[in-house]
C-alpha cells in the first residue's frame, strides 16, 4: 500500500535532486585538470588529489580523523553491552516475557 501522493514523490525527488546534486558536481569537477570550475571539461587529472596529499595539515587532519573515530568508537562499545546485561538480568524488563 502505497501512502505517499504523487506531489509528496516528486517533493521528495526534487528534494534529494536538490541533495545530491552539488556532491555530483564536486566529485566530477575534481578530476578535472583546470585550475577553475569547468564542465565539460577538456582532460582528467588527478592534480586535486596530489594537492592534498602533498600538504601536511590535510595529512594530520586526517590522521587525526582517524585517531578520534577509533578512540571514540573503542571507547563507547561496552556501554550497550554492559546496559544490555543489565536489562537482561533485572526483574522489571518489560523484554522477558
Wanted: overall charge positive.
Amino acid at each position: 500500500m502505497n501512502r505517499n501522493g504523487p506531489v509528496a514523490l516528486v517533493f521528495h525527488t526534487l528534494f534529494l535532486a536538490f541533495l545530491l546534486a552539488p556532491i555530483l558536481v564536486v566529485c566530477v569537477v575534481a578530476f578535472t585538470s583546470q585550475g577553475y570550475l569547468s564542465l565539460p571539461t577538456e582532460g582528467l587529472s588527478l592534480r586535486w588529489f596530489k594537492a592534498i596529499g602533498d600538504n601536511p595539515e590535510f595529512a594530520r587532519a586526517f590522521r587525526d580523523s582517524l585517531l578520534l573515530g577509533a578512540v571514540s568508537s573503542t571507547r563507547r562499545w561496552p556501554s550497550p553491552a554492559t546496559s544490555s546485561a543489565g536489562a537482561r538480568r533485572s526483574r522489571r524488563c518489560s523484554c522477558r516475557r
